[in-house]
């Protein structure tokens, strides 16, 4: 992919920011590969490495490509530059990028059928339906794909456990129907009479927090 095609999905930030994301990114699972950078301090220094760890002070650890440790202060740097865009992509992007392995991307069937099984249940449990439209439109990207399909499951979790509490459950089975659409914000919701529509933005990656702030939404509502 050329950077070209995503460059209207990059997000501007300070270096410093930048930096931050960058730490974040690198400290996750040990078996991604890892974005390095070169930095600019206000001296005129320069480094460049793999940045690992930041405490409260700013402080920041890098390993270089010649096998050092080195030291920065973050407040004193001026500029980075990413020397593998392609990996730091997500980081780029504030997540509206990620790459997913083509294995783990279900198929239009597999999407379908998982929207049937769990809008089956959910009636079964509570009486409302669970429409969409989103299939009529056509799902254009794996990234759609792959969270619409992992949503289904965490939708029906999340009904589940509002349903736990008296109040929620009631409020649940006066629903007559509950509308899956694709939205630009990350959750919104909307609720006329016994209706409820659910707008996702399934071309961004969900937060880790995600399935607190469907539950949330989704409580606000009913």
Known sequence: MEISNIITLVTINSPI?????????????????KITVNVAHVSGFSLRGIPLKIDSDDNVIFTSLEKTISFIQLKNLVFIEILDPMIALEVLTDGAHFDISEKDVPTNLEVKRTFKNKSVALEDAFGFKVLTDIFDNGLLMDIEKFQLYQFLTILDEVI?????????DKALKELKEIKITTAEDTIAVKKSANQLEIGINFKNKFSTDFKKRLKAALESKI
């Open 17 to 33: 920011e930048i930096l931050r994301k960058v730490i974040a990114f690198n400290s996750q699972d040990e078996s991604l590969n």
């Open 160 to 168: 589940r456990q509002i349903a736990e509490d008296g109040l929620g």
